[in-house]
């Protein structure tokens, strides 16, 4: 298996909900990302896991919260997100340490309204 | 930090002819330089990189070019097809605790006019 994959492809909430992106992968990668990317932007890194461990977190605000409950699953949870928080959500996985290839997830994509 | 300058923001080539597509890097540390194409809607998906002890790397169509003096890399598409209409990113790697995280340039919107 090749492949990061994400859930759900889309998600609609409201700014008083509580939801969660999920990411996987079954290549043995030790390392995970979140990014976000507005429209017609560049990806915006978040979160880096490393051998799931939190080891950068990119200034990001605490209604977005990382959790890595393995080596092949990333969740990011959500709560009482804004309307500017509106973006592509992707996960990537690269193999770690000594390897700086990282292979991206399809990307949740999210609008708060 | 890193930083990664990219140009063009648009390119439009005819069918057939070549694109190419430069990125400039700040950190001299940085050692690996990806490019990643993302179609409309779709994921950013490695299409080619080079690591800092190479000069250039090729693959069919697409090649990259890598000047470490001027830190700069460059993406070569050749015979361009319709298909290679997208958005090109480059990055660039430092290492960082091991965990290398990507800096990106603002990306190149390639089109291909058949």
């Known amino acids: 298996d090749t492949e990061v994959t994400q859930t759900p492809k889309h998600l609609v909430m409201g700014m008083t909900n509580k939801k969660s992106l999920k990411c996987e992968q079954h290549?043995?990668?030790?390392?995970m990302y979140w990014y976000k990317q507005k429209a017609k932007k560049p990806p915006e890194l978040m979160f880096v896991y490393s051998y799931e461990k939190l080891s950068i977190n990119e200034s990001v605000p605490s209604r977005f919260s990382p959790e890595c409950p393995n080596s092949s699953l990333l969740n990011l949870h959500l709560h009482a997100l804004q309307p500017e928080d509106s973006a592509l959500y992707l996960c990537?996985?690269?193999?770690?340490?000594?390897?700086?290839?990282?292979?991206f997830g399809p990307g949740t994509r999210l609008t708060v309204t | 930090g890193e930083n990664v300058e990219q140009h063009p923001s648009t390119l439009s080539v005819q069918e057939g002819d070549s694109a190419v597509i430069k990125c400039t890097y700040s950190?001299?540390?940085?050692?690996?330089f990806p490019w990643y194409k993302q179609e409309l809607g779709k994921r950013p998906q490695l299409i080619i990189d080079i690591r800092s002890n190479v000069g250039e790397k090729k693959d069919q169509r697409i090649a990259v070019t890598l000047n470490k003096t001027a830190k700069h890399f460059s993406l070569h598409i050749t015979e361009t097809q319709p298909e290679d209409s997208a958005v090109y990113f480059c990055?660039?790697?430092?290492?960082?605790?091991?965990?290398?995280?990507?800096?990106f340039g603002k990306g190149t919107r390639l089109s291909v006019i058949a």
């Open positions: 950190d001299s540390a940085s050692n690996y």
């Open positions: 290549m043995g990668h030790r390392a």
């Open positions: 990055a660039a790697s430092t290492p960082n605790s091991g965990n290398t995280p990507l800096v």
């Open positions: 990537a996985s690269g193999a770690g340490p000594l390897s700086a290839e990282q292979y």
